[in-house]
Each structure stands twice: as C-alpha cells, then as structure tokens.
C-alpha cells in the first residue's frame, strides 16, 4: 500500500496559495476556522447567482432555494450517518444552537436534576448548561488526567448518577486535541435514562462521525471547522426533535426540524455546505481502494451506502494522514529548548487525539510566539480559545493561555518544518 499523501488536495483551497512578502501562509490557525475548498466558494456564488430568494414561495428561485435546504440536509445526514435528513438542524453556529437546545431541554428539568459537563469542553459546551442552574439544576464537573489531559473516566463513571438528566462532553478538545472515549459515556449516560449532547466541532474536521454507532441524542458541529461557510449543525435524533418544547414563532413550521430553526437560514451557506460534502466525497471516492476492507461489519458487509461511504472513507483517509503529521509535528517541537507540550504525546497514543497541541516556550508569552510566527507568515492562535476550564485547570489562565499549533489535511511536513526553523531561532 502507498503511503497516504492527501498534498494534491491543496489545488482545491485558493487560499492555501496565499503569500505574505513573497513567503506562503501556513494556516495554522485550523481549529479555529478551517480555509475552504473551491466547491463551497463555487456553490455559493452559484447559489446568489441563481437561486438567492427566501423559502416557500410559488417561483422558480424560492423553489431552488428550497432544494438547497433539502440538499444540505441530506448532505449532512450522510456525512453523520443520521437516521435521515430530518434529523439535521441548522442554525447560526454551535454555540447558539446548543443555547437554543439548552433552555429547550431545561425547561423539562425539575430543581435537583444534575447535568454533567467537563473541564476539558470549549466553554460553548458549559456555560448553556451552566445557565440551567438559576432553575434549580445541579452541574457537576468531571476533571481530567493533567498530565496527558485525557478526561478522568472514573470520575466521569462517578460522576453519573440516577439523579443525572444530560451529559455534554466533547468528541475531541480545541486545545489540547484529546479524542474522549464519548461512546462509552453515552452508553454509561443512558444507563441512567439521561441524554447525551455530543460537541463534535473538533472531531468532524478530523475523523468520521456515526451518531447511530454511537447512539448520541445529540451531537453538534459546524461547518466553517471542516472547510465550510459559517453554519452550526444540530444532529437530533428524531424522537428528542419532535418532542422538546421548541422556542419558536407561530407561524413557523410545528414539525421537526423546522420548529427548531428560527427565522430565515444562511441560505448561502447551506449551499457552501453541499459543495463540502461535494469535496469531501470526491476525496472518498478517489481513496476507496485503500479503504475497501474498511468499515464492514463481521460478515463483511458494508456499513455504509454510496456517499456515506465516500464521507468515512474520506474522513478516515485524513485521520490516517494527520497522525503521521502529528507525530511529525510532536517529535520537532520535542527538540526545542524551554518548550512544554500539553496533552499526548507519546507516539504509540497518538490515535487518541487530532492534530491539535498547545505549548508553551519559557521566557515568552503565548501572544509573543504568535506574532513571531505571524512575522514568518505562520498562523496560530495564542489564549485560552474559549477552553477556559482546560486553562484555568492547567494555571494557563493567568500567562496568556498557550500557543495552539492546529493542522488540518492540507497541511504539510515542509510547512512544520517552517514553524520549527521559527521556534528554533527563539532565544
Ligand atoms: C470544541 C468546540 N466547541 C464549540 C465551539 C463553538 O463553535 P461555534 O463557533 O460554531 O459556536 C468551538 C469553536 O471553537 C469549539 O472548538
């Protein structure tokens, strides 16, 4: 088998080819907010050209804009493996959709209900859950291991009880790029009846997604972290979206999911999101050889159809690339002086988590590496990226958080080694 090599796919971001004084951006900065593919610009240009109207009207360009919605539904409902296309929401971004969710759901909530957050999740997956406790619901914090920043499961296990109603984790940090073993969690979730809300953000750029193998209620993304526009995704399953009390105005839709998607969508985008999956699912195509034994079930059958299996094959292909670059990444930064990484770094763990690692480098501050890096025309983001419980938990708060060097699979080796020739110079 040929070494994977996912480079070719750089043709496809126009951005990628970006110069600063005649040097070539690296964009670093994934985790972020991913660059996008041509097929996203393409669709959405097409999508103003042609089609820009609202929904629901008797012409031509209202019934284009219908089938867009219809299309990206569809699209996202394979790339997650949803039951169908109506267990898809979409709003403006995860944090307003999980607020949206949160006060939907906590409004069947009694005073004395726990929920169960973590102090590894972006704060987007804390604070709507932290709001329910002005109704009486009690939140309980699961801690992680610091030494390796993976979550602490015997405190997770402990931590659900009958008295638990949701559990919201995340499929992989933005800071310290941990995968968490969220199947286990759900399964241990649902042995006490509650819900789990999964905040995939940082795992949908990097791996692929099966809410049905995983059995989550819920499970969110958006898509400008996976070479999209600016859109949050909602999967649902569809018992929680029809029954939830939705807030929502009189007019609208009563059934899923629209009764959850207030006001007009970001039409436009829902078109760009099409032309991901579009991207995502050439790519699948093009490495399917490479993947012809994989995802089958005992028996040897395929456990996906057509495009679903084009978005796991594509997703996995990009996981399997990004692990030869993290480990590449984690062995460089290993020689530089006065540098500590946080989270895993032995290579033999590497499959637990994506290539996403903060450092810090004694004697300068996150905001100083960022700007060293800006100067060479590297971007990275320095602070706490709204991982607030993470840096708070590792006495990053108060030092201006880490740098957080995030790869995604247009990244190259010849790009980490710029960024190293960088921190190398640092004195
Ligand atoms: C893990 C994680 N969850 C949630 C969010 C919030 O996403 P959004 O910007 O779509 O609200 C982010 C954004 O960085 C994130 O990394």
Redesign the pocket.
């Known amino acids: 088998m040929p070494p994977l090599d996912l480079r070719p796919y750089r043709a496809y971001f126009p951005s990628l080819s970006q110069e600063i004084d005649g040097k070539a951006v690296v964009y670093f900065d994934n985790?972020?907010?991913t660059q996008v593919a041509s097929q996203v610009i393409d669709a959405m240009v097409a999508y103003f050209r042609a089609a820009n109207a609202n929904t629901g009207g008797a012409f031509l360009t209202s019934h284009r804009t219908g089938e867009v919605i219809a299309n990206a539904r569809s699209a996202m409902a394979d790339f997650l493996h949803a039951g169908g296309p109506h267990e898809i929401v979409f709003g403006?971004?995860?944090?307003?959709?999980?607020f949206a969710f949160s006060r939907a759901i906590g409004k069947t909530l009694r005073e004395g209900d726990e929920i169960v957050v973590t102090v590894l999740?972006?704060?987007?997956?804390v604070a709507p859950w932290l709001a329910l406790q002005e109704r009486g619901v009690v939140i309980r914090t699961v801690d992680v291991h610091p030494e390796n920043i993976t979550l602490d499961m015997e405190d997770m296990r402990s931590k659900i009880n009958e008295r638990t109603k949701l559990v919201a984790v995340?499929?992989?940090?933005?800071a310290s790029g941990t995968i968490n073993d969220v199947a286990t969690i759900i399964g241990w979730a649902h042995k006490v009846g509650a819900l789990a809300w999964i905040?995939?953000?940082?795992l949908a750029p990097h791996g692929p997604i099966d809410v049905q193998q995983l059995d989550a209620d819920f499970l969110?993304?958006?898509s400008?972290?996976f070479f999209g526009p600016?859109?949050?995704i909602v999967y649902g399953k569809a018992e929680h979206l029809d029954n939830f009390p939705a807030y929502k105005v009189r007019p609208a839709s009563n059934l899923a999911p629209d009764r959850w998607e207030t006001g007009t969508l970001n039409h436009e985008g829902l078109a760009g999101l099409v032309g991901v999956i579009d991207y995502l699912a050439m790519i699948g195509r093009e490495q399917s050889a490479l993947y012809s034994h994989a995802f089958r079930d005992a028996s040897g059958e395929s456990l996906y159809t057509g495009r679903q299996r084009d978005l796991k094959v594509a997703m996995q292909a990009m996981m399997d690339y990004e692990r030869e670059l993290s480990a590449y990444l984690l062995a460089g930064l290993r020689e530089i002086r006065g540098i500590q990484v946080y989270g895993i770094t032995d290579p033999r763990q590497l499959a637990q988590r994506v290539p996403t690692v903060i450092c810090s480098i004694a004697g300068h501050t996150p905001r100083e590496l960022a700007e060293l890096l800006a100067a060479s025309a590297i971007f990275a983001w320095d602070g706490n990226?709204?991982?607030l419980g993470i840096m708070q938990r590792l006495g990053l708060e108060e030092r201006g958080g880490a740098l957080r060097l995030g790869m995604a699979h247009y990244n190259t080796t010849i790009e980490i080694d710029r960024l190293l020739t960088c921190l190398e110079q640092l004195d």
């Open positions: 985790p972020g907010g403006p971004n995860m944090t307003t959709l999980t999740d972006h704060d987007a997956n995340g499929y992989a940090s933005n905040d995939a953000v940082q969110v993304c958006s400008y972290k600016h859109l949050g990226y709204y991982a």
